[in-house]
């Protein structure tokens, strides 16, 4: 499986030409060549595939707190690390035009959000897709911890350089601000190695600073302190509310 979803890859890049790989053409290309937005569209299925795949771990470990992870699965985060790495790629270098292009297209009638469509992601990692409160950082394993890591990774491509546009998407996002808290809060389990619990922490943290970069006003502090109250005023427990300081304190120590 994970070498069909290489050969799919190799085939996109082939299509492109490999005019992605350099600075100069990349944008370009997607904005001018690919008027049919084949390779967005391919990028929205695979993320869909990834949603998907983590869908039906998490309901996997619904059942049984857990499990580890059957090879079948390893294959399908493993075409997931390879799609979320390219789209880091094609943003690399502080690419402002492909930066927004991820995330809105002006000639096309409906934008392919995609940047918005990882951040959703995220969510889904660390929230889970139900609503019985279930602590899904508590339940994940190394190569689990490795994705979340590798979709912050590209979340704060997205928004480096700066991109003000990506870093209003991100930080106005609520639900994606108290996965950062929760985060920079979890303990993990330890079946997760300390190099992954550091690296997933430290990207949470990285991700609020690159919301930040260039910026002269408050905006996103704003987002971030508004976020802190609607966590303090809902009925939740009191590590919840311990955990809800989280952003705020990292954005006071950036």
């Known amino acids: 499986a994970a070498f069909k979803e290489q050969s799919m890859l190799d085939s996109m890049l082939d299509y492109m030409g490999r005019e992605i790989g350099t600075l100069k053409e990349r944008d370009g290309f997607l904005r001018e060549k690919d008027k049919e937005?084949?390779?967005?569209?391919?990028?929205?299925?695979?993320?869909?595939?990834?949603?998907?795949?983590?869908?039906?771990?998490?309901?996997?470990?619904?059942?049984?707190?857990?499990?580890?992870?059957s090879g079948h699965m390893r294959n399908k985060y493993a075409a997931a690390a390879d799609v979320l790495a390219l789209l880091q790629v094609?943003?690399?270098?502080h690419m402002p035009t492909m930066q927004n292009l991820l995330r809105s297209q002006p000639k096309r009638d409906a934008d392919i959000n995609l940047i918005q469509e990882i951040?959703?992601?995220l969510v889904l990692q660390v929230e889970g897709s139900g609503t019985t409160g279930t602590n899904e950082l508590s339940r994940m394993e190394d190569t689990e911890v490795e994705a979340l890591?590798?979709?912050?990774?590209?979340?704060?491509?997205?928004?480096q350089g700066p991109c003000a546009a990506n870093q209003l998407l991100v930080a106005s996002d609520s639900a994606l601000l108290s996965a950062l808290d929760k985060i920079m809060?979890?303990?993990?389990?330890?079946?997760?190695?300390?190099?992954?619990?550091?690296?997933?922490?430290?990207?949470?943290?990285?991700?609020?600073?690159?919301?930040?970069?260039?910026?002269?006003?408050?905006?996103i502090h704003r987002f971030v302190a508004s976020a802190r109250m609607r966590s303090r005023?809902?009925?939740?427990?009191?590590?919840?509310?311990?955990?809800?300081?989280?952003?705020?304190?990292?954005?006071?120590?950036?």
């Not at 094609?90 to 270098?93: A, I, R, V, Y």
């Not at 005023?233 to 950036?254: D, G, K, R, V, W």
Request: hydrophobic letters at 45%; aromatic letters at 4%.
């Open 90 to 93: 094609t943003m690399e270098g």
């Open 149 to 159: 890591s590798a979709v912050l990774d590209v979340l704060i491509e997205a928004t």
């Open 37 to 69: 937005a084949k390779v967005l569209l391919f990028f929205k299925a695979k993320l869909d595939m990834t949603v998907n795949a983590i869908a039906d771990r998490q309901a996997v470990l619904g059942g049984v707190g857990f499990e580890p992870m």
């Open 233 to 254: 005023s809902s009925p939740s427990s009191s590590s919840a509310s311990q955990s809800s300081s989280s952003a705020s304190t990292a954005i006071a120590l950036i």
């Open 185 to 219: 809060q979890s303990p993990f389990h330890p079946r997760v190695s300390d190099d992954n619990k550091l690296d997933v922490k430290s990207n949470a943290v990285k991700l609020l600073a690159s919301c930040l970069e260039g910026r002269k006003d408050r905006v």
């Open 119 to 121: 951040a959703s992601l």
